[in-house]
Structure formats: C-alpha cells, structure tokens
C-alpha cells in the first residue's frame, strides 16, 4: 500500500472527542518535539503488518520527544505522587490504517517509573522502557534540559541529552501545514502477540512555538533501527496539554 500524503487523510475527525467514558487522565509539560526527515524506505520496513506509513509530501518523518508526565491516575482514583509524576521520552513515526485514524508508532518509550512502564507495557502493549531521566528548568522557562538514560529492558545503551530554547510566541498548528502534521495526534497503535490495537487521547490543540536546540547527544533513534540524519533537527516546544486517554481496542483488519 503507498504511503498517503496530508490530502489524502482526514485530519480533523481524530481531534473530536470521542463519545465515551476516559479509562485514564494526564498531564503533559514541557514537550520538546525533534523531528527529521527519512526515506520513506528507511522507516516502512520497521512497521508492524497492517499499517501504512504516513508521509508529508512523499516524506516520512521520525520524532524524538523528552516531556514530563503529571497527575497520571485511571479514572476515578486520586493523583499519586511518585506513581503519578515521571518523565518520559519516546522515538515515533506517523502511520494510519487504511487511509483514516492517522496516528502515532512508537519505536520506543522511555519512562523515570518503573511501576508506570510495566503498567503500560502490559495494559496499552507499547514498548516501554524503565530510565534514569531528568529535567532541569531554567529560571522563567527560558531554556530545559532533558536527560534519560536507558535501564531495562535491551536493546542498551540508549540515552538522550538535549536542551532546548524556546523562542517566539505560542500559537495552534494550522491544518494541512507540516507543524499540524507532526504535533497534532490523537492516535497510537500497537502491537502484541500478533494483534493490532489502537487507542485514542484527546486534549486541546498545542500552543507551539519554535527553539534552539543546543548539545543534541542520542542513541535512541539507532537502539531502534534508525539512522538520524545529520541535518539539525526541526524544533517545536509546547508548554503542555491535559489528556484524557481512552480504551485499547483491537485492530479488526
């Protein structure tokens, strides 16, 4: 199947909130987006059977994105401190199934909780990873730096370190332009024991603005199969969202 470009999937179905009950509630911060541009045969052979790789403008795109987690809790129970508050990092790729639900493969995820990655591997089958990380804030929020640092489980080494500026003013992505296509999704897939699955979240749209990135050191992209590009990556940094996660559910194909 041909990888589809932006005018050729609907967009905007994916940002309506769906007609159900959330199964959990977070908080994103302080996301920094890194994105480079592949060959779109580099990146497709890495995808599970069942899904096509999104493109922009015959492109793929692979992102590297260092935030922090707050106030994660399933509905109906209270925040926990450490349970609920942990960074994370994860390396994606835009995928969709069948020409619709445009969304997000996740190579790896990286977690500062090792009781949240063990969660999340066996309830939403994605491949966490437990990490040393951390994030330092500048006085104001003028500059963040992220580290993490791969524990368990293999394929190690695989750690990040970058800092960011933000610069510029925030504002939402307008669709049908690149910065939509790489910020704004609303769905994950999966996969486990041979099945398919996606989920959804949904929040408000980003308030995004660019940076300068400064002392870029990762191995992450190459634990995943992936050769990063030596190009500068494409930056974007949001102060954050607050998410309503809905249900796993199985692909039918």
Not at 94 to 120: C, K, M, T
Request: glycine share 8%; net charge positive; proline share 9%.
């Amino acid at each position: 199947m041909r990888p589809m470009s932006s005018p050729d999937i609907d967009r905007l179905a994916p940002t309506r909130r769906p007609d159900e009950r959330p199964v959990m509630y977070q908080s994103w911060r302080h996301l920094l987006f890194l994105h480079w541009s592949l060959p779109v045969e580099q990146v497709a052979p890495l995808l599970p059977g069942g899904l096509t790789l999104d493109t922009f403008e015959g492109r793929a795109w692979v992102g590297l994105v260092p935030f922090t987690m707050r106030g994660v809790r399933p509905r109906g129970l209270p925040a926990v401190g450490f349970l609920s508050d942990f960074h994370e990092t994860n390396v994606r790729t835009y995928v969709h199934f069948q020409g619709r639900d445009p969304g997000v493969w996740f190579f790896s995820l990286e977690a500062a909780n090792a009781i949240a990655v063990r969660l999340a591997r066996a309830w939403f089958k994605l491949p966490y990873h437990f990490a040393g990380m951390e994030l330092t804030a500048a006085p104001g929020g003028t500059s963040y730096a992220y580290r993490s640092e791969r524990r368990w489980p293999p394929p190690t080494p695989a750690s990040c370190a970058v800092r960011c500026l933000p610069r510029g003013s925030a504002s939402t992505s307008t669709p049908g332009t690149l910065q939509h296509f790489l910020v704004e999704r609303y769905f994950l897939y999966s996969q486990a024991r041979g099945e398919l699955y996606r989920g959804q979240v949904h929040h408000a749209p980003y308030e995004v603005r660019g940076a300068d990135v400064e002392g870029l050191e990762e191995t992450l992209l190459a634990a995943a199969g992936l050769s990063r590009p030596s190009e500068p990556p494409l930056a974007h940094f949001s102060e954050g969202v607050d998410v309503d996660v809905f249900r796993l559910r199985r692909v039918v194909r």
